[in-house]
């Protein structure tokens, strides 16, 4: 769960993260982020007045979905 200061992404109980809060998470930039969205690749997102929000049941799933398993030997 989201727990930073940033207004927007708490309003919602910290159920929500903001582009940089998940920027920072997979140590990516935010322009990475946009170019995923554009390619249709990365977590569901909600466009809430302009801004690029990310619900955490999205972004597990989408970590869910993109996991290798281990070379096994």
């Known amino acids: 769960m989201a727990t930073h ?3 927007r992404s708490t309003i919602l109980d910290g159920r929500l993260f903001s582009e940089p809060e998940l920027a920072t998470r997979y140590g990516k930039t935010i ?5 995923w969205r554009a390619e249709g690749y990365g977590p569901t ?3 809430i007045g302009g801004s690029i929000f990310y619900r955490l049941e999205d972004i597990e ?13």
């Not at 322009?31 to 170019?35: A, G, I, K, P, V």
């Not at 799933?61 to 030997?73: K, L």
């Open 5 to 7: 200061n940033n207004s």
């Open 45 to 47: 997102y909600l466009r």
């Open 31 to 35: 322009r990475t982020l946009q170019r």
């Open 61 to 73: 799933v989408f970590e869910i979905s993109v996991r290798q398993a281990g070379a096994r030997g």
